[in-house]
Each structure stands twice: as structure tokens, then as C-alpha cells.
């Protein structure tokens, strides 16, 4: 398989770690481990206590898989396959797809998603929002670009880097075509949780679907991107089992001390959550106030869900020179659509973090500085 550089990862590789102000971040400010410990029961404080790294389950920790299908409607722990998120993605792809087939998929959207699609041979159609209607998703164009080799549809909902969401009924239209063609669905939720109103929630795709595989983890919606821990949801037996062998060749199992700590997480799941939601709040009331004041040089569609949002800038200006001044002049990340494929016009913000208005006020005197 021959994979393009992932355009995303290394323009973070430039800055992430030595830049002062990350705005440009997507996951939750990342949970201290003690402060994560300090909410662990009894029962699972005790595992932490007398832990061993020794190898772990391939599947996961049985106590993991069992918080994890409690996320879910109709989902048994016997249908989780607990990976690195990134790995999920190459698992599913690598077990669904043959070279001959073709996709759909969510477009602009996290770089595996389509790169391993091409990567094994397979015609891969862009599936773009309509930006002026809030970055919708239209399903009829599924209808419109369905071929007869069509094996799979990839979605991403709460949507990176928009933070948009289709309604229940467009929803519920794409998975019934799936289900009428007997098209595949990989559904990356990654970002589930953090929708800013709770009727906004969808229905995870395993939930509706025998054939759908749904991707989530503890990166963001929990603040654990470094405990690496995610997993795939799915009904279907027998695609379970190609996944699952198909791990032989990647991880194995997975980090003892991670599975600990995520159930731990999990176990908390409702204040960890309500946390990050409540911080979310607070950021996005400043970015509205922003985003009024400098509506003259940014257009900016509201997200949904989520702790990122893709603002436009205006006066045909380029993203990339625009970010890499932001970066040079004011020590502040930003990450230009270019890293997308999606045109030199946007970027993307993030809104996670616990220091997002600071940066936000020294990105406010960048711009009045100029």
C-alpha cells in the first residue's frame, strides 16, 4: 500500500510541541492523572493498585468492553473491539474494502479515512457539504453517486474539522440507504458526547445498522489522547472477526495502564463529560464575541458539536500564509484547510482548552497590531 503523507500530523509535527498557544487543537484539555485516579472506585482502584505489564486481552479488558457497550443502545461487550483510535480506521478499512470497490466518503475529513481507501485501490468519491447552509451533508447526494460497486460510506459525525451535524430524519436517510443497497458504514464518532444540546445527539451507526462499524475513544470527548485507548462497535459477526485478526498484525493488545485509566474515565463518564461541555460553553461564548467583532475578515458557521469550528477567511486571503504569520509572529497554532485538501481559505480553530482565552486574546492583539 502506497499511503500519501499525512498532511495533518506532520504540520503538527512542526509546532505542536513547541509552540505556545495550540488553537488550532481538537481534543479536550487533557485530564491529569490524578485528578482521573481520585475518581476511580474501589474495585478499579484496586487493579490499578496491583496492575502488571504483562500483555493485556486482544480484545480489551473484559471491565472496559462492558463500560463501553454501556455507551451504546443494543450493544453487547462482545461487539467492541478495543484499538488505537487511528488503528480502528485501518483495521475496518483493511477488513471491509477490496481494490475493485468504491467509496463514499465525508469530505473534508481526518486523512485516513480516504487516504487507506485510495491506498488499497479503490475510486474514492468526495462527499462535501454545502458550506452557506451550515455545512450541511446532503444525503441525496448518496442517491446520486451510488454506483454498483459501491461497498462502503464513510461518515463523520459530530463532523471535523465543521462541527456539524446532519438532523435525525437526514441521518436516518443515509443509514436506510445503506441498508436498501446493503452498503457498508464506517462511522467515526470521535467527537459524540460533546453535542452542545442533548436532542442534538444522534444514534450511533451500530446501533441502527447490522452492518456498520462505529469508531469512538477516549482522544476527545474524555481528554485521554495520550492513553491511546479507542475502539470499533459492530453487529456484524463476521466482520468483527476479520477485525479482530486482523490486530494480530498491528497492536496485539493494548497499553495495561490505559485500559485502566479509561475505565476509570468511563465509569465517570457523566462529570468528566459535563465538565468539558461546560468549558466548550464558556470558549464559544468568547468566539461568538470574536467572531462579531472581526466579521469583516472571517465568516464563521457555528458548530454544532464538538471543540472545533472551520471559519473562512475573507478578501480572497490564503489560510496557509495566514497561519504559518499567526504561528511565526504570535506564537499561536492555527491548521489552514490546505492540510485538508480543502482549498487555501480556511482554517480550523479549537476550543477545548483551558487556555483557549488567553490565546484568543493575543490572537485579538496580533490582529490589531497589524
Known amino acids: 500500500m502506497n499511503l500519501k503523507p499525512f498532511k495533518l500530523e506532520r ?11 495550540l488553537l488550532s487543537s481538537s481534543d479536550c484539555d487533557g485530564l491529569k492523572q490524578n485528578e482521573l485516579l481520585a475518581l476511580a472506585d474501589s474495585e478499579v482502584k484496586q487493579l490499578w493498585d496491583n496492575l502488571t505489564l504483562g500483555y493485556t486481552e486482544s480484545l480489551g479488558h473484559p471491565l472496559l468492553r462492558e463500560e463501553i457497550a454501556k455507551l451504546y443502545k443494543g450493544i453487547t461487550p462482545e461487539n467492541s473491539l478495543v484499538v ?7 483495521i475496518a478499512l ?12 465525508s469530505f473534508p475529513g481526518y486523512q485516513s479515512l480516504y487516504e487507506i481507501s485510495e491506498g488499497l485501490g479503490c475510486e474514492v468519491t468526495r462527499w462535501l457539504p454545502e458550506e452557506d447552509n451550515g455545512w450541511k451533508f446532503n444525503p441525496d447526494f448518496l442517491e446520486k453517486n451510488i454506483k454498483p460497486n459501491t461497498k462502503l460510506i464513510i461518515i463523520n459525525f459530530p463532523h471535523n474539522p465543521t462541527g456539524s451535524m446532519p438532523s435525525i430524519q437526514d441521518f436516518q436517510q443515509i443509514m436506510n440507504i445503506a441498508k436498501e443497497k446493503n452498503i457498508f458504514v464506517l462511522s467515526d464518532e470521535m467527537y459524540r458526547f460533546l453535542e452542545y444540546k442533548e436532542g442534538d445527539r444522534l444514534p450511533s451507526a451500530c446501533e441502527l445498522y447490522d452492518n456498520a462499524v462505529s469508531l469512538f475513544g477516549m482522544s476527545k470527548t474524555f481528554g485521554m489522547a495520550g492513553a491511546r485507548i479507542g475502539w470499533v462497535v459492530t453487529k456484524n459477526e463476521e466482520l468483527y472477526k476479520k477485525m479482530a485478526t486482523f490486530k494480530d498484525h498491528t497492536t496485539i493488545c493494548s497499553s495495561a495502564p490505559s485500559e485502566i485509566l479509561s475505565i476509570i474515565a468511563l465509569r465517570a463518564k457523566d462529570k468528566i463529560i459535563a465538565d468539558n461541555l461546560n468549558l466548550i460553553e464558556s470558549n464559544l461564548g468568547l468566539l461568538d464575541t470574536f467572531f462579531s467583532d472581526y ?31 499567526v504561528v511565526t509572529e504570535a506564537n499561536i497554532m492555527l491548521l489552514p484547510s490546505t492540510v485538508y485538501d480543502y482549498g487555501d481559505s480556511h482554517f480550523r480553530l ?21
Not at 483493511?94 to 466518503?105: A, K, N, P
Not at 483551558?354 to 497589524?370: D, F, I
Open 84 to 90: 488505537v483510535p487511528e488503528e480502528g480506521i485501518y
Open 94 to 105: 483493511q477488513s471491509i474494502l477490496e481494490s475493485s470497490d468504491h467509496v463514499i466518503c
Open 295 to 325: 466579521a469583516h475578515l472571517f465568516k464563521w458557521n457555528r458548530p454544532i458539536a464538538g471543540t472545533i469550528g472551520f471559519a473562512k477567511l475573507l478578501k480572497n486571503s490564503s489560510a496557509l500564509e495566514f497561519c504559518q504569520k
Open 11 to 21: 504540520y503538527f509535527a512542526q509546532y505542536e510541541f513547541s509552540v505556545k498557544y
Open 350 to 370: 479549537g476550543f477545548g482548552q483551558k487556555n483557549m482565552p488567553e490565546a484568543l486574546t493575543k490572537l485579538r492583539e496580533y490582529l490589531s497590531g497589524r
